[in-house]
């Protein structure tokens, strides 16, 4: 059976409970990286927005001392989903390592759903107070379930 990436809904948010945590971190169950198809479907939306934006720019007529300016930023807001490039997290036995900082998993955790301009995003929260942004990471919430509740969400 395929996985279906779980699409929530604006500030939807799905609470499961995981078995205890460990005070530091364990053996690496998983390492999940960026999710290029994400990355790239994001930058290919932008690009379309900001084209027929640029377009619609130059067809009103607009100064052209001003498009240069407005295809910068727009340029900008292309190539911004490339900044996650460079993401990714590692689920250890007892918790979860991002950036470099470890999270115990144990108890209560919820991802939470949020709808963006573009794409929506999905965030996990482990007892913190701003949640992780795993949107981009591949496979985030089915190594997670698999992981630590040997369940698919």
């Known amino acids: 059976m395929r996985h279906q990436r779980q699409h929530w809904s604006m500030n939807e948010v799905h609470t499961q409970t995981v078995p205890g945590g460990g005070p530091e971190p364990g053996e690496l169950l998983y390492t999940l990286g960026p999710d290029w198809k ?11 927005v900001s084209a027929f934006a640029l377009g619609l720019a130059a ?9 240069l300016p407005t295809a910068a930023a727009l340029l900008i807001l292309v190539l911004w989903p490339l900044r996650h490039g460079r993401d990714g997290m590692e689920l250890r ?10 999270y115990p998993v144990g108890g209560r955790v919820s ?4 709808n963006t301009v573009f794409l929506s995003s999905t965030y996990l929260h482990l007892g913190q107070k701003k949640g992780i942004n795993v949107s981009f990471m591949k496979d985030a919430e089915k190594l997670f379930a698999r992981a630590y509740s040997n369940t698919i969400p």
Request: proline residues 3%; glycine residues 18%; without cysteine.
């Open 93 to 102: 036995r007892g918790g979860v390592v991002y950036r470099g900082k470890f």
């Open 38 to 48: 994400r990355i790239g479907l994001e930058s290919l939306i932008r690009l379309a």
């Open 59 to 67: 067809y009103r007529g607009t100064e052209p001392a001003l498009l």
């Open 111 to 114: 991802w939470t759903g949020v």
